[in-house]
């Protein structure tokens, strides 16, 4: 038996069988079938566990009317680039994968079971798969760039600037604004200094775009919507299959399908990435960029520069 302790309410961990044997013991014949019947009748069902409460910022006087003023903040946004027929992407970085016969979460139909190492240790991977994600909201595609050493800011960068370059003004031409949908943590982070300047260069500065970001808030990535439209999708493709090497993660990436019409693009990054890249003030100061009026440090945007601050520089 468990409780709590507080109001009481007293609750049992044993299994059917076991009830029905405690049930013997004071002489109540019942079977455990008979058991698990009457606990249904009585709307009893095994649970898991829900993510339902909020933690961390719950605490905070006024935190979750900030969260839904960034949610409508967001939908607003998304409205008008949809009215303006402009591009909108949700980005982010999917679980990092090791490269090898390691056990892979799910099942899949099969005579023979596969065989896997029996502990995933990263000595015995051939290296790591990163792959961060870029959803065009617009159109239901997805492209995945994987990195195969680290998943910093200028990773994450290279991958939107990759998705622009190969995808994104094709399908937009003449489009001069670009929408970003991201979460307010990792790669992507709002505070990373290489994040900011690296938009800046690589997007706005080299194709002439006007970059606007909106960042869910912190405890908020599952509304993101790359997480149930892509990454989701791209689980339940590879579920049971090991990954062994790079070109098995890029073939069950670019072979995600769904009956809503989703397909993807997959690209293997090899380029190395170092931690703790540093951007000067100096630096920070060079930025074309306007915070929002609606919680600044969430919803900014960043135009490229023009000629004469060009030759000013």
Not at 22 to 51: D, P, Y
Not at 277 to 286: A, G, I, R, W
Not at 298 to 310: A, E, S, V
Request: aromatic content about 8%; some cysteine; proline content about 4%.
């Amino acid at each position: 038996m468990a409780g709590d302790p507080i109001d009481g309410t007293r609750w049992t961990r044993k299994t059917t069988q076991s009830i029905a044997q405690e049930l013997r013991t004071l002489g109540i014949e019942v079977s455990a079938n008979t058991v698990g019947r009457l606990l249904r009748q009585m709307r009893f069902s095994l649970k898991t566990n829900r993510k339902n409460i909020e933690s961390g910022f719950r605490h905070k006087r006024g935190d979750r009317a900030r969260r839904n003023r960034q949610f409508v903040h967001i939908n607003a946004k998304c409205r008008k680039f949809e009215t303006a027929d402009l591009p909108i992407i949700s980005c982010d970085g999917k679980k990092r994968e090791l490269i090898g016969c390691f056990k892979n979460s799910g099942r899949t139909l099969r005579r023979k079971a596969k065989e896997v190492y029996d502990h995933d240790f990263p000595s015995d991977a051939q290296g790591v798969a990163l792959p961060y994600g870029i959803y065009d909201v617009r159109r239901n595609t997805g492209t995945v760039v994987v990195g195969t050493s680290c998943e910093t800011p200028a990773f994450a960068v290279d991958a939107i600037e990759h998705w622009w370059r190969s995808s994104g003004r094709k399908h937009y031409p003449g489009a001069a604004e670009l929408l970003i949908l991201a979460d307010a943590g990792g790669a992507n982070s709002p505070r990373s200094r290489v994040w900011l300047c690296d938009l800046q260069q690589k997007l706005c500065n080299r194709y002439g775009l006007r970059v606007t970001v909106c960042h869910y808030p912190p405890g908020a990535s599952k509304w993101n919507p790359i997480e149930h439209r892509l990454f989701s999708q791209i689980s339940r493709n590879w579920q049971g299959v090991p990954l062994e090497t790079y070109d098995t993660v890029l073939n069950y990436i670019s072979t995600t399908r769904t009956s809503a019409g989703l397909t993807v693009a997959a690209k293997l990054n090899s380029k190395t990435y170092q931690k703790g890249q540093e951007v000067t003030d100096q630096e920070m100061t060079l930025l074309s960029i306007r915070r929002h009026r609606t919680l600044p440090a969430w919803n900014y945007t960043i135009k490229p520069y023009n000629q004469n601050r060009l030759r000013k520089l």
